[in-house]
């Protein structure tokens, strides 16, 4: 079974490029989240502990965001959640979550943004028939 979450936060750092061995483009960033929680007793709002999470971001999504995003931008980022064991450079064994985004946004609610949508080719537009070219009814053609 697979779990996809939706995250909502600031970016920590610029996105960072990568080439896989077997020659597939990744990007990856690091997503800021915390809660804000009001305080009855003081009268205001506070931050939460923050979430740190690591994000990768395959093919065509990686370069949008690669030339779309950069640090301390907020973003709504969406993807299949998965768990990561590792041996570091040191040999230490490490465990951490990460996202395998599916889509990545800036967060509208915090800032505007500019589509550019990719050029698509020209579709020639289909002639329309007319009276006289059109087929008959099937009752016309019977009778």
């Given at each position: 079974?697979?779990?996809?979450?939706?995250?909502?936060?600031?970016?920590?750092?610029?996105?960072?490029?990568?080439?896989?061995?077997?020659?597939?483009?990744?990007?990856?960033?690091?997503?800021?989240?915390?809660?804000?929680?009001?305080?009855?007793?003081?009268g205001e709002?506070?931050?939460?502990?923050?979430?740190?999470?690591?994000?990768?971001?395959w093919r065509?999504?990686?370069?949008?965001?690669?030339?779309?995003?950069?640090?301390?931008?907020?973003?709504?980022?969406?993807?299949?959640?998965?768990?990561?064991?590792?041996?570091?450079a040191q040999?230490?064994?490490?465990?951490?979550?990460?996202?395998?985004?599916?889509?990545?946004?800036?967060?509208?609610?915090?800032?505007?943004?500019?589509?550019?949508?990719?050029?698509?080719?020209?579709?020639?537009?289909?002639?329309?028939?007319?009276?006289?070219?059109?087929?008959?009814?099937?009752?016309?053609?019977?009778?």
């Open positions: 079974m697979e779990t996809y979450v939706t995250v909502q936060g600031n970016l920590t750092g610029d996105p960072v490029a990568h080439t896989t061995a077997a020659g597939a483009s990744l990007v990856r960033i690091r997503v800021a989240s915390n809660a804000r929680r009001f305080d009855k007793n003081a709002f506070r931050d939460a502990d923050p979430m740190f999470i690591s994000v990768a971001c065509t999504l990686g370069s949008h965001v690669l030339a779309t995003l950069r640090k301390g931008d907020s973003v709504v980022v969406f993807g299949k959640l998965l768990y990561r064991e590792f041996d570091d040999g230490n064994h490490q465990t951490r979550h990460e996202i395998e985004a599916t889509a990545v946004g800036p967060d509208l609610n915090r800032c505007a943004a500019d589509l550019r949508r990719p050029s698509r080719p020209a579709v020639e537009p289909v002639p329309e028939t007319s009276a006289e070219t059109a087929a008959p009814a099937p009752a016309e053609a019977a009778a």
